[in-house]
């Protein structure tokens, strides 16, 4: 991604690879969902980690990726 460092270049190529070994492995883009619904009020008071609100909605991600498998 662009302005990756390289750690997190590194870390991208390893779950790239991962998903390769396992097909039925899904990605699901935390970053992307987290700058989607960014706001300060989804951050717990230390202004760091998320908050029950932003929680929600990875949890909301990753049902979304296992609502397109075969699973249920």
Do not use: C, M
């Amino acid at each position: 991604r662009p302005g990756s460092t390289e750690n997190a270049k590194q870390a991208s190529k390893i779950i790239e690879d991962e998903l390769r070994k396992y097909p039925k492995l899904r990605f699901v883009d935390l970053q992307a969902e987290t700058q989607q619904h960014q706001s300060i009020f989804g951050f717990a008071p230390d202004l760091f980690h998320p908050n029950n609100s932003s929680y929600k909605n990875w949890a909301n991600a990753f049902l979304k990726e296992i609502e397109k498998t075969d699973i249920f």
